[in-house]
């Protein structure tokens, strides 16, 4: 606040005093405009808002002058005289109640201050009459915090129609203040949400000295980062420091963000567009704050690389019937003891009210229609509906304490108050009770922090080829619409981008992860340049900047982008793919050529080769055969339950019916080869009845083998997923190992057993006995089926069944080609060695 403050703190405690005298020390005379009434509504005002100090030395006081002027504040002065008269023409409001105004004039925080006391003080020439009810202003939220520390203390309510900092939120620290204008909070929040909306996460912020800017700045970057909006750079302006601006060019030259946020007030914006033009800095989508964005004259040709697409929230427009005419109609005539009405005329129509060889002399008739400037330009009203709906506050907050029903106020129910009794602390008090409607039909209501609704128009700039601008309305920003409505784009209406973009700027550090990777965080910078890691083997991420991987479920698997769990394909033998197809082929081969032999020897059962080698066991093993290449086929094809089964079952059974034949005939070669022996009678023992018995002794064994593994636990269609992480291998499960194996085992059991046999008679006559060929046949049986063990459980999926449909096949071709294929050469290649004679013939005379 400063040691200015101070003294004029002290200053104002001697303002009542016992005897009621009035006393100001140092500079007076602020009042610009006023009007006197019976109640007065005080206004403090920048008309002149540059001063100079000059100094004498020690020969007399300093003194400063005002040397430039502000054609915005006086519209607003000239707003609030309009707006008085409207009210006094107001029947219905403060009826009977003349209102009055003081509009007093400063430059500088210094005689800004002062005039706020003299506003208090009331004028000195008449005494302590004229006291102000409430002070409208300013619209600097750094003058108006000084200003409202001594108004505080007062009790005397201030209203301010262009302050914005949220700083004056704080009821403990500024009880008296209230405003028309919504709080920059309300404005951070929509630029925030403007932000996200348009996805620009990677920003950059050029802010100035003073209240509103700081404020502003730190509400924003602590909004911002709940929003995972980031800020790259936060850099300080000043209108006097060349080293500050060469930062700010060179960090615009090489910064990554496209976005950049210029939330300065605008005598900083004025300053800063004149230095920076002629710098050529481009590619960059300015957003301003509501200070400067609807300020048309701060366009011009050399800074359309700049201002082109600009975009930012402004107050709404508004309409005020009369208000257009009144402000175009002003004549020094009006105000002919105002100095700074003089000084605007000049400065309007480049004429002198004093005689001068260099200027034209005004004749005060000149037409402002005629002239360009902020407070000719009339085509929208943006602050001025603020100035106008604070005076409207104060006069209704009047009419309210006036109110008198049957001895008390309606409204608090104390005592009634006349016109004469109205202080200001008693206007404060029902300033807080105010909700009104304008005539222009704006709504007027205060929150619990003095605010009032915010409500923001978003514009658009659209600069034209002569460098003049056509500021766009295309949105909305309400607060008082509910969550999620707040912010709204108009249809069909066209955006102009900066940067020269045809589209949306991207504005991000690190594009976003895209689904298929994670969002990891990285320590050593902003949250928004994350990093992004590819999904592991087996892991999708299905949204954009996912911070996890998720695992797919076992019967899943991701896709190439990762970004998918698609149901992981099934692979099990078919009869459509090659290998499937040959197994099947070779089956039907082994078929085709067991009912050939069977079908020869069919036809020749009665030569003697055939009867020779026990017609009808070798009629059940080539039946046993067709079986077994029969069993292979159920091994193709999708696993059901069934099919699992079957496959092991009939695999089995058909394999021991096999073998048991084999065995027989081994046996049998033994026996009639004894039986030719002198005084023996074996073959009674092993005539036909026995062999059949055997056959079926043994095949039972399996038979109930087989039962009880299928009642135990029986082999069941599973799904694999331990091979392969990539699909799933559809197979048929041995449900009880034990089962399985004493099957095999079983199978083995004979099959060595008949080894021995045939490898005990290999040196018997080669005309009578087939023990040679089933030696070699079984050393085939055996070998495949050794081989297959480990070759079987090291197999993985699929070629799991091919290697046992394979051990079926070569086993079952040992079989038939070595027991069967030289029988059917001799029948039909060598029909004269089929004979008994021959076969006869052949026997050596000897003894086992």
């Known amino acids: 606040m400063g040691w200015i403050t101070i003294i004029l703190l002290t200053l104002v405690a001697g303002i009542k005093s016992e005897n009621q005298t009035c006393k100001m020390i140092g500079q007076t005379g602020f009042v610009e405009f006023s009007k006197d009434g019976d109640l007065i509504i005080g206004g403090i005002f920048s008309m002149t808002s540059t001063r100079k100090l000059v100094d004498k030395g020690y020969q007399a006081l300093p003194y400063a002058y005002c040397k430039k002027l502000n054609d915005r504040e006086l519209k607003f002065a000239r707003t609030v005289i309009f707006t008085v008269e409207e009210i006094n023409r107001d029947a219905k409001l403060l009826p009977g109640v003349r209102l009055g105004y003081k509009l007093y004039n400063g430059c500088g925080s210094e005689n800004l201050i002062r005039a706020a006391v003299e506003a208090v003080n009331g004028e000195p020439s008449n005494g302590c009459s004229g006291q102000v009810q409430a002070i409208l202003g300013h619209s600097s939220s750094g003058v108006s915090e000084d200003i409202n520390i001594i108004l505080s203390s007062l009790s005397i309510p201030q209203v301010s129609y262009l302050s914005t900092c949220a700083c004056l939120s704080d009821k403990r620290i500024y009880p008296t203040f209230f405003r028309t204008v919504p709080s920059d909070r309300f404005q951070i929040i929509g630029l925030v949400q403007l932000m996200k909306y348009f996805d620009w996460r990677w920003v950059g912020i050029i802010h100035s000295e003073g209240l509103y800017s700081a404020e502003g700045t730190n509400e924003f970057v602590k909004e911002a980062k709940k929003e995972g909006i980031c800020v790259e750079y936060r850099l300080p302006y000043s209108k006097t420091s060349q080293i500050q601006l060469d930062t700010i060019v060179e960090t615009l030259r090489e910064s990554s963000s496209k976005v950049v946020l210029l939330f300065v007030s ?40 700049i201002l082109q697409g600009a975009i930012g929230f402004a107050l ?121 409607t304008t005539q222009n039909g704006a709504k007027v209501f205060f929150d619990e922090n003095g605010d009032s609704v915010a409500q923001y128009d978003l514009v658009n700039w659209q600069m034209k080829e002569d460098g003049s601008v056509e500021i766009v309305n295309i949105g909305q920003y309400d607060t008082s619409v509910p969550e999620g409505e707040k912010f709204k784009l108009k249809e069909n209406t066209e955006i102009v981008w900066g940067g020269n973009s045809i589209q949306v700027p991207r504005s991000v550090c690190r594009e976003p992860c895209p689904p298929g990777s994670r969002k990891a965080i990285n320590k050593r910078k902003p949250v928004c340049c994350f990093d992004c890691f590819e999904c592991p083997e087996g892991t999708i991420s299905n949204q954009t900047n996912s911070p996890e991987c998720f695992v797919c479920p076992p019967e899943f698997w991701p896709n190439e982008k990762k970004d998918q769990c698609f149901p992981k394909p099934t692979e099990y033998l078919s009869y459509k793919e090659i290998m499937g197809a040959l197994l099947t082929g070779f089956g039907c081969v082994g078929i085709f050529l067991s009912l050939l032999t069977s079908i020869i020897f069919l036809t020749h059962k009665e030569t ?241």
Request: glycine letters at 4%.
């Open 266 to 305: 605008l005598s900083y914006t004025k300053s800063f567009l004149s230095k920076i033009e002629s710098y050529n800095i481009t590619g960059k989508q300015w957003v301003g704050s509501e200070s400067w964005i609807t300020q048309a004259e701060l366009a011009s040709d050399e800074r359309k690389n």
């Open 608 to 848: 003697p080769i055939v009867k020779a080698n026990n017609s009808e066991l070798s009629f059940l093993l080539l039946f046993s055969l067709k079986l077994c290449f029969l069993c292979s086929l159920t091994f193709i094809g999708r696993p059901s339950e069934w099919s699992c089964m079957l496959r092991h079952t009939a695999f089995g059974i058909t394999f021991v019916l096999c073998i048991s034949c084999v065995l027989g005939k081994t046996i049998v070669v033994l026996m009639a080869f004894r039986a030719t022996l002198p005084g023996s009678n074996v073959m009674k023992w092993f005539g036909p009845a026995q062999q059949r018995l055997s056959v079926l002794t043994f095949t039972l064994i399996q038979v109930v083998i087989c039962i009880f593994w299928l009642t135990i636990n029986p082999p069941f269609p599973k799904m694999n997923m331990k091979y392969y992480k990539e699909k799933i291998i559809l197979e048929c499960a041995l449900g009880s190992a034990v089962g399985f194996w004493a099957v095999l085992g079983y199978i083995g059991l004979l099959a060595f057993l008949c080894f021995i046999l045939a490898f005990l008679a290999r040196k018997l006559p080669d005309s009578f006995n087939e023990a040679k060929l089933i030696t070699f046949s079984m050393l085939i049986f055996c070998a495949v089926w050794i081989t297959f063990i480990p070759a079987y459980v090291s197999s993985p999926g699929k070629f799991t069944v091919a290697v046992e449909i394979f051990a079926i096949l070569a086993s079952s071709f040992g079989l038939l080609a070595c027991i069967f294929f030289p029988k059917c050469y001799i029948i039909i290649f060598r029909p004269e060695q089929n004979s008994k004679k021959h076969l006869m013939g052949k026997i050596p005379p000897r003894t086992l």
């Open 316 to 436: 709404p427009q508004a309409s005020i019937p009369g208000l257009r005419e009144f402000l175009l109609s002003l004549k020094p005539s009006d105000e002919p003891q105002s100095d700074v009405i003089k000084a605007f005329w000049e400065k309007f129509f480049d004429c002198s009210f004093s005689p001068s060889n260099t200027s034209t002399m005004c004749n005060g008739t000149e037409d402002l229609r005629t002239v360009s400037s902020d407070y000719t330009d009339v085509t929208y009203f943006r602050a001025e509906n603020n100035v106008y709906k604070a005076v409207y506050l104060v006069a209704y907050a009047l009419h309210a304490l006036l109110q008198c029903r049957n001895g008390s106020n309606p409204i608090t129910g104390k005592s009634c108050v006349t016109r004469n009794d109205v202080r200001p602390d008693l206007v404060l008090e029902y300033i807080k009770y105010v909700n009104f």
